[in-house]
Nanobody, 118 residues
Framework: QVQLVESGGGLVQAGGSLRLSCAAS????????MGWYRQAPGKQRELVAS???????NYADSVKGRSTISRDNAKNTVYLQMNSLKPEDTADYYC????????????WGQGTQVTVSS
């Protein structure tokens, strides 16, 4: 069984910064792609950023230049540094991780709330 636990969400003023962390634990210690998604009220979940095991990154246009995703493979942890936050960044942020067990599988965290006040 694999679990992802996010932390670092909270309330921040527009222009501020937050760093989200997501730690994986359980019987799997090798993850391929890891990423962050977000879901605002009344909207679909969307990709924020993803990172391969080798460190190749991909960002949504809405956060490009303001956010940095990174990971520590030894700790099975992925981070999302978000700067210059805007009210439209307000959402529940979910961590996602892929691993291979016979086939490709994915696991989700429980989510952490980010609220940006104007």
């Amino acid at each position: 069984q694999v679990q992802l636990v996010e932390s670092g969400g909270g309330l921040v003023q527009a222009g501020g910064s937050l760093r989200l962390s997501c730690a994986a634990s359980g019987s799997i210690s090798w993850f391929t792609d890891m990423g962050w998604y977000r879901q605002a009220p009344g909207k679909q979940r969307e990709l924020v950023a993803s990172i391969t095991r080798d460190g190749n990154t991909n960002y949504a246009d809405s956060v490009k230049g303001r956010s940095t995703i990174s990971r520590d493979n030894a700790k099975n942890t992925v981070y999302l540094q978000m700067n210059s936050l805007k009210p439209e960044d307000t959402a529940d942020y979910y961590c996602n991780a892929h691993y291979r067990l016979v086939r490709d599988r994915e696991v989700w965290g429980q989510g952490t709330q980010v609220t940006v006040s104007s």
